[in-house]
């Protein structure tokens, strides 16, 4: 059974920074597509960040220069690094793993930047 767990999220003054994890049981993330995505009130959900078993980032450009994703092999843990945060990157956000055409996702992390 995979499960993916989220943590870090919060309340953040505009600026500021916060750092999400994302532990995962049952699949091994370096195996895997692993990403961050991020669903806003009434919006859909977005690809935020991903990272492919051979360590290759990509970014939404919204975020670019702001988020850094990383992973932790023997951890099977991924993080990600928001600074400068805008009120525009309120959301919650979800940790996902894609193997062998399966999509498997986290409960989520509320993020809210506000003053």
């Known amino acids: 059974q995979v499960q993916l767990v989220e943590s870090g999220g919060g309340l953040v003054q505009p600026g500021g920074s916060l750092r999400l994890s994302c532990a995962a049981s049952g699949i091994i993330f370096s195996n895997s597509v692993a990403g961050w995505y991020r669903q806003a009130p009434g919006k859909e959900r977005d690809m935020v960040a991903t990272i492919h078993s051979d360590g290759t980032l990509t970014y939404a450009d919204s975020v670019k220069g702001r988020f850094t994703m990383s992973r932790d092999n023997a951890k099977n843990t991924v993080y990600l690094q928001m600074n400068s945060l805008k009120p525009e990157d309120t959301a919650v956000y979800y940790c996902?793993?894609?193997?062998?055409?399966?999509?498997?996702w986290g409960k989520g992390t509320l993020v809210t930047v506000s003053s």
């Open positions: 996902n793993a894609h193997f062998i055409l399966t999509d498997y």
